[in-house]
């Protein structure tokens, strides 16, 4: 199996034949403005020394040594064996609370950015595990499923913001139910769902989300980003400065205030912790270490082939030919000269 791994290069080996078409009408071109400066039979005498076939044997030189280098630089790779290889984790939902309340700055920059760097954290130590990611607020949506692609879940955790779910509020009741039908249990792979909020004006039937957790083994963990006495929310203009904090009918600014009770709630009868989030702390770095003691099983298996380079094989014979042709003369010699004597009697 040959494969390129760097494709690209070979796209742009198009500009080969483009380089052959210009140089074949430089050379015309050329040839037809001698032709009017002196009659061809004066040709040699003006320019003894040019060889007719030496100019196009360079240029041949140097566009297959084009040729090989851009093959080199596309790294063909061949497939030396194929294995399966098993993938043994846990799969694991996370759910962030991307509501107004969590723009609040108790905890820096804001709750919802040291929560993103927590998770971007998470990501980037994740082997084989599968994650996924569900925002909420008042609603719940599905922002990636469960996948061991962690750019893509990185990508897709970057463009996460408090517009990210339209309807406002904290409905962690809906998200659980979410997280809890996405999975795959017919994976006996080890589950668990990781929520991340300030707790506050929580909706849905969260008992009922808790119950069906318990049928199904998943172990809930919880997060609690805020202050137990309550700050400001700043508002923002469209270009993302700060213009004042939200404020009720009354003209009042809002407090938003971490509520503790239902989170430790979740996690006592989820089978999972509680933690507070802190400016200083990594709390999903806690959760993961108390998911690594969890006895990873086998979700599956996927075919592997090991590939070597081979751009070496292209690459040497590219270098060789660009210093003969460096070191090869325009002028006539010994060996052209006689052989376009003989193309120029027909032979």
Do not use: C
């Amino acid at each position: 199996m040959i494969r390129f791994a760097n494709i690209e290069f070979i796209y742009a080996l198009w500009l080969i034949p483009l380089f052959g078409f210009l140089y074949w009408f430089l050379q015309k071109k050329q040839n037809k403005i001698l032709e009017k400066f002196a009659a061809t039979k004066l040709h040699n005498v003006l320019i003894p020394l040019k060889s007719k076939l030496k100019s196009p044997f360079k240029f041949g030189v140097y566009l297959l040594a084009l040729t090989m280098l851009l093959i080199a630089l596309a790294n063909p790779q061949i497939g030396t064996k194929i294995e399966d290889v098993k993938q043994i984790g846990i799969e694991v939902y996370i759910l962030l609370d991307v509501s107004k309340s969590m723009q609040a700055e108790d905890i820096k920059p804001s709750r919802l950015e040291k929560a993103k760097y927590e998770i971007s954290k998470l990501i980037q130590r994740l082997q084989g595990d599968k994650i996924g990611l569900v925002v909420f607020a008042g609603q719940a949506y599905i922002q990636f499923p469960l996948t061991t692609d962690y750019s893509a879940a990185n990508l897709f955790l970057n463009s996460v913001d408090v517009n990210s779910v339209p309807q406002q509020g904290t409905n962690i009741g809906a998200a659980l139910e979410l997280a809890l039908k996405s999975f795959n249990y017919k994976d006996e792979t080890k589950k668990a769902i990781i929520t991340i909020t300030d707790g506050e004006d929580h909706e849905g039937d969260i008992d009922a989300a808790i119950d069906e957790a318990n049928s199904k083994d998943v172990a809930l963990y919880t997060i609690g980003f805020g202050s137990e006495a309550g700050v400001p929310i700043p508002v923002y203009n469209e270009s993302g400065a700060a213009v004042g904090f939200k404020k009720d009918n009354e003209g009042n600014i809002v407090l938003t205030k971490l509520d503790e009770t239902v989170l430790k709630n979740i996690a006592e009868k989820g089978n999972g912790k509680y933690y507070r989030g802190s400016n200083t702390e990594d709390e999903l770095e806690h959760i993961y270490n108390d998911l690594a003691k969890i006895e990873q099983s086998e979700y599956g298996s996927k075919r592997v082939t090991e590939y070597e380079d081979r751009f070496y094989y292209f690459l040497l014979p590219a270098i060789l030919l660009l210093i003969a042709e460096f070191f090869i003369s325009s002028n006539k010699s010994k060996w052209f000269d006689r052989f376009e004597k003989l193309r120029g009697q027909g032979l």
